[in-house]
């Protein structure tokens, strides 16, 4: 082999050796997050390598599960000093409680939810108070199953029935807004009945329909709304 050869072969042995020490440098970008706590834990108890039922050993960068916006990891790689675990990667995977404390939150139907969340239940709003407990409202609804169940196991001659429009809304509502409680204008108030003057001969009806004496102009019963106007479906 001749000197130049040599010395090529040195050459390309060092650029070798270079570029495995450089490659050993590079870091992903992984490895140059920030984290998926830099500012504080989201949804500590929430369900995520659990609910996908991943664990994966050693470093595996598809081992992920949707976070909030992102993804976190179920791989023991994730549990170093910058962690992208997802939050019960610690629990559910290592078997050991978690770094950082759990949030108090409730549980509905097989789900957490974190302290200050909502829902309604018929008319009443519940909310998950610090403690893991929910705490409801106790007003009467103007629907209630258990009410018109009850109702329909006796024998009174009439069933009640489930109307879904007042869903949702208080029995005051019902009384506020659906029996026309609103005080009518001066100018209802001020009207009077009807006086006429009729001649000696003559005879009313015994029977008076609207609907037959103006076809197409008389329409069924309308639904007042939650306008509490029914005093003037009453009155006309």
């Known amino acids: 082999m001749t000197g130049d050869m040599r010395a090529l072969l040195c050459?390309?042995?060092?650029?070798?050796?270079?570029?495995v020490a450089l490659s050993s440098r590079v870091r992903t970008r992984r490895e140059l997050g920030p984290g998926l706590y830099q500012h504080g834990v989201y949804d500590a108890g929430?369900?995520?390598c659990q609910r996908g039922d991943v664990c994966c050993h050693g470093r595996d960068d598809g081992c992920t599960v949707p976070y909030h916006d992102t993804l976190c990891y179920c791989d023991l790689f994730c549990n170093r000093t910058v962690s992208d675990c997802c939050p019960d990667f610690w629990e559910y995977c290592l078997g050991i409680p978690a770094p950082f404390p759990k949030a108090a939150g409730c549980a509905r139907a097989g789900?957490?939810?974190p302290t200050g969340a909502t829902y309604r239940e018929n008319c009443n709003l519940c909310t998950c108070r610090a403690g893991g407990q929910w705490q409801c409202e106790d007003h009467a609804c103007l629907m209630d199953a258990e009410l018109i169940d009850a109702v329909n196991r006796g024998n009174y001659g009439w069933r009640a029935a489930n109307y879904s429009q007042f869903w949702g809304m208080t029995l005051e509502d019902g009384i506020r807004l659906r029996l026309g409680t609103f005080r009518p204008s001066p100018t209802v108030m001020n009207m009077n009945e009807m006086h006429m003057n009729m001649d000696s001969n003559e005879v009313l009806p015994r029977h008076f329909d609207a609907?037959?004496?103006?076809p197409g102009m008389i329409h069924e019963p309308l639904d007042q709304g939650n306008c509490a106007g029914s005093w003037a479906f009453s009155t006309a």
């Open 11 to 19: 050459l390309w042995l060092v650029a070798q050796v270079a570029q």
């Open 211 to 214: 609907a037959a004496k103006w």
């Open 46 to 48: 929430g369900s995520y």
């Open 111 to 113: 789900r957490n939810y």
